[in-house]
């Protein structure tokens, strides 16, 4: 979206009230700025299911169901909120850190800057839990979605996918509740109708770990997957994948390069590279 390639935009998911936020957020109603409120266990589960915000950023994986943070670490997280909304960087001390106040006044800038000051004085493994994946992150991240205020195509639904109207020559990409993973509110994913939906649209792409044989992997990233209880993360492969239909209008050489690409990494992989 931010490559202006595209002037037409249709988004969907079954949750109507996510695709409005998207919208909200692209013009500007939530940002770093305006949510300095910490958003407490309780207040997230009496909450979740009428406040878009809270159900998306203060939720484990954005799932909408379980809270960010594990019991043993939200105290912790507490601390580092107000440290960086409040500029009151004492709150940290009973943790161990030493920190002056901040003379930067933007919100998240101060927050990059303590991140710094955490890691020299406690590059451990205590520095991952206390400073990654706060709620400032990811509302930093819708933030940027400011820049599309002069998008004039921009379509939402809250309906199945198999009821979104699809514009003729589009690019559908599709990111589903993945495999063998918490899917929170979307627990009772119907993979097999997906699949059986997938196979048959043209020019479309799906983020998933792993799809059946029907489906050609496009391409990947290593992705840092966290634990919700105490922090920790694991590395795993987020795939993209494309059904036989879009995958045979590639050109050859298109597709020399997706075969070129796999097998570089397997063999780095297998070289224990």
Wanted: proline share 4%; hydrophobic share 35%.
């Amino acid at each position: 979206m931010l490559t202006d390639k595209y002037k037409r935009f249709v988004i969907n998911d079954i949750d109507a009230r996510l695709p409005k936020l998207f919208v909200d957020c692209a013009y500007g109603k939530h940002t770093v700025e305006n949510h300095p409120e910490w958003i407490t266990r309780e207040e997230f589960n009496a909450r979740k299911h009428d406040d878009a915000y809270i159900a998306l950023v203060w939720s484990f994986g954005n799932n909408g169901k379980d809270y960010l943070f594990g019991r043993n670490i939200e105290e912790m997280k507490h601390a580092y909120h107000d440290a960086v909304y409040l500029n009151e960087p004492e709150r940290l001390k009973p943790y161990g850190f030493d920190i002056p106040k901040s003379d930067i006044q933007d919100v998240y800038e101060r927050y990059l800057e303590f991140n710094r000051q955490v890691k020299k004085q406690a590059p451990n493994i205590q520095l991952e839990v206390i400073t990654r994946q706060m709620e400032i992150e990811r509302l930093q991240s819708l933030q940027s979605l400011q820049s599309l205020q002069s998008l004039q195509s921009l379509q939402s639904f809250g309906v199945d996918y198999q009821d979104v109207p699809v514009p003729e020559n589009s690019l559908i990409y599709c990111d589903i509740p993945y495999t063998g993973t918490n899917c929170g509110k979307y627990q009772g994913f119907d993979h097999e109708r997906f699949y059986e939906w997938a196979v048959k649209q043209e020019n479309i792409f799906i983020s998933e770990y792993q799809m059946p044989g029907d489906f050609i992997p496009f391409a990947q990233r290593q992705k840092t997957v966290l634990s919700a209880s105490n922090g920790n993360s694991n590395k795993a492969n987020e795939m993209i994948y494309t059904n036989k239909k879009t995958y045979d209008s590639f050109s050859d050489e298109q597709k020399r390069d997706i075969e070129m690409r796999f097998a570089k990494q397997i063999t780095l992989f297998e070289m224990g590279a």
